[in-house]
Every structure is written in C-alpha cells, then in structure tokens.
C-alpha cells in the first residue's frame, strides 16, 4: 500500500487510502556489508546472481468489475502448482468490497504475456465466518492485506496482513498476522509470529504500515519466511538519502517455530522528493519470493516512491548464507550485524516497460524451454485513476 493511496483519497472517495501511509522503492548494485553501521549503506553483490530480460506486459482494465467485485489494489500473486492458474489478493481494506481474493488464468511464454483472464473471488473470512469490516469500523477486526501464497503441500492459501499501528493512543492496536484460509476463504487457523513481529507503543516495534508485506514457501513447503517491510523502530531509522537500513526476515517451520532470523539491507532512497510535495519518500520491501532449489536463496522485491520522481523498482538475489543470526537482538541499531548479501537482478527502469507502476507481489511462473525461468509480477492500482493494474513477466537466467 502507497503514498499515493493518500494522494488519491479525496477525488476516489476510497477513504481506505486515507488512513494509510506512502510506500515504495529504489536500488543499487554496488558494495556492502553494512557491518557494524546502525544505519547500513547499499547492499554487497555476492558473486554471481540471476540476471532478468522483459518478456512482456498486460495491463487490467481500470476497476474492472468481476463477479460483484471491483478488481484493484492487487499487493500479493502466487501460482498455484495444483491448476497453473493464479492467486492474487487485494488489499482493499474491506472498503469497496470485503478482503477478498482473486483467481486467473495468465497465459505467458517466452513471446509475452498474451493475456489475463479472471476466474474466481472469494472474501477471506474470519474465523466466525463473516466477513471483516471495514477499516473505518474503529472496532480493533479491521486488517490490511497484502501477500497470499499457496501452500505447496495442499494448495490452500496462506496470506499476510500489516494490521495496523494506531495514530494515537485511543486508537484500536491491530496486530499483523498470517493467516491460513480453504481455497474458499475459509479462516483455518493462524502462524505463531516471531516476538519481534508486534506493533508496541512508543518506540518499540513495527513502524506504521511497515509490517508483514512479504512471505514464501521454501524447502518443499516445510519452512515459510516472511520479511517486515520496513526496520523496527529500534532497529534504526528508516533509508534516507545517504544511509539504507535493515530489515527482519526471518524462516519459520510450519508450526511457528523460528529457525532463523537475518538482516537484509534496504537500499538508500535514489532522489530528494519535490520540495514542494507534503508527502516524504516511502521505500520498503512488499514481496520475497524463496528459489526451489536453495533454501538459503531469495528474490527480494525492493520498491520507492519519491514524490516528483515516481517509482522505482528493483528485484535482487540475495542469500542468507554467511549472515548474522539475529533473532536473539532486541535492537539492530549499534549492533554489529552482516546482512544477507545481495546481488540486483533487475532494475524495471531499464526493461523498456510502457510504465514502472506500484509493483507489490511476483512469483514464479513456468519454466521456458530454453532453461529460463519466468517470473510474474503484479502492480497495486491503489484504485487511483493515474495507476494501474499491472502484469508483467520476466525471463531469468
């Protein structure tokens, strides 16, 4: 969820933007191990990683209408291995329509993106079976969606919500969760997060809309890691011009049990925003996606918005290997700390798109015949007249 959902609210009436802040990214393939720095610079390369070329793009018609619902606000994809066909979530906080899903056959090969098709909406109940409230309804149940993944061993769905971190001390404290769901959206139960996972008061914890955007299955479905999008508050404060920071991401075995916490080095913001703009960058990490073959390897997507300069994404592989254990700091911030180590596989500024929009979810999609493997990627509308739903896919070799 963007900034530019705030910038939105009051000519789309989606009051849903109004109570969340900006978010986006931006990023470098040069040096770093942020070692003992509280406030780490740009990430270190480490060796050889993926490199990406454009396959193609479509794009969504602008709140398309599917099945009673409004398609938009899509933060979260994943192919689900049990149909080839794709999941994907949006983030509307019960504001338009309920917390809801979508289904959709995406037909993509190694000439393009050729079509999006939609199959499916289910709400995400919760656990008494209703459906959850809006954000407005000030009653402590609203949730923030923002990443769905199939569970490999069994095709249900697994997804993630920032909750929310209040504004004053009168406000609910909604706390983030993963939640697991039939491939209805049925609520069946929930993960035990890691201690660090919380919203606190004052200047413990999660920052506001900073929480759980990202997670993936790994090792076959027995481990899932999730990363925080943005650094705890005591962790150190957030990327500025001159210094990145570092973020929790932490593999979990399927019962909640920690079995490994890293640090991974958020980049600096690229650009100084327009002066004259009210809204200050936002940058963070939306989606991690595991590789199949490495339980130690990721694709991280990192994502900026500045205002006056828009966007930047970028996708890098990164490694957990040789990176401090971390689950047992309270704090980052003064700590020495080796980060996973990174490498940039693709800068989307680069790829020749029509646009470089809100990207917040990919996954995997198939395997090409030349040994290349695909990678789908979903932008976040927001629902805003000047952003759109986005489909894009890329080759890595």
């Not at 994907?88 to 329509?97: C, N, P």
């Not at 993963?178 to 914890?205: E, K, N, W």
């Not at 600096?268 to 199949?292: H, M, N, Q, R």
Request: charge should be negative; include cysteine; charged fraction near 20%.
């Amino acid at each position: 969820m963007t900034s530019s959902l705030i910038r939105h609210a009051c000519a789309a009436a989606l009051v849903l933007a109004a109570t969340i802040p900006p978010a986006a990214a931006r990023s470098d393939d040069t040096a770093a191990r942020s070692g003992n720095e509280a406030r780490p610079g740009i990430g270190a390369p480490s060796g050889t990683g993926a490199r990406a070329r454009l396959l193609g793009e479509k794009n969504v018609p602008h709140k398309l209408p599917f099945q009673g619902t409004t398609v938009g606000g899509l933060s979260g994809i994943d192919r689900d291995p049990c149909t080839g066909e794709y999941v994907m979530i949006s983030d509307d906080r019960s504001v338009i329509q309920p917390v809801r899903f979508y289904t959709a056959k995406i037909d993509v090969d190694a000439a393009g993106v050729h079509s999006v098709g939609f199959t499916g909406t289910h709400p995400l109940l919760q656990p008494d079976g209703s459906v959850h409230p809006p954000a407005s309804a000030g009653d402590g149940k609203a949730v923030d969606p923002e990443e769905i993944r199939v569970d490999p061993q069994n095709c249900r769905y697994w997804w993630a919500q920032e909750g929310d971190r209040p504004k004053s001390s009168n406000e609910p404290v909604i706390q983030p969760s993963i939640q697991f769901a039939s491939r209805t959206g049925a609520y069946r139960g929930q993960l035990r997060l890691p201690p660090h996972y919380v919203i606190g008061m004052g200047d413990r914890g999660i920052r506001r809309n900073k929480a759980i955007e990202a997670i993936t299955f790994g090792d076959d479905g027995r481990v899932l890691t999730s990363a925080l999008e943005g650094p705890l508050l005591q962790d150190g404060p957030e990327p500025d011009l001159t210094h990145g920071a570092l973020v929790r991401v932490t593999r979990q075995n399927r019962n909640g049990a920690v079995l490994g916490q890293f640090a991974y080095p958020l980049e600096k913001i690229f650009t100084a925003p327009d002066p004259s703009s009210p809204w200050p960058p936002d940058t963070g990490v939306p989606s991690i996606l595991a590789f199949p073959d490495d339980p130690s390897r990721y694709l991280v997507l990192e994502r900026t918005w500045v205002a006056g300069a828009g966007y930047t994404i970028r996708v890098f592989d990164a490694t957990t290997r040789g990176a401090t254990e971390v689950q047992h700091l309270d704090a980052l911030a003064g700590q020495h700390v080796v980060p996973m180590r990174k490498k940039l596989v693709a800068d989307l500024a680069d790829l020749g798109l029509s646009t470089v929009d809100n990207i917040e979810g990919m996954t995997w999609g198939p395997d090409l015949r030349n040994g290349e493997r695909t990678l789908v990627l979903v932008s976040d509308d927001n629902f805003a007249e000047d952003e759109v739903t986005q489909i894009v896919a890329l080759a890595l070799r």
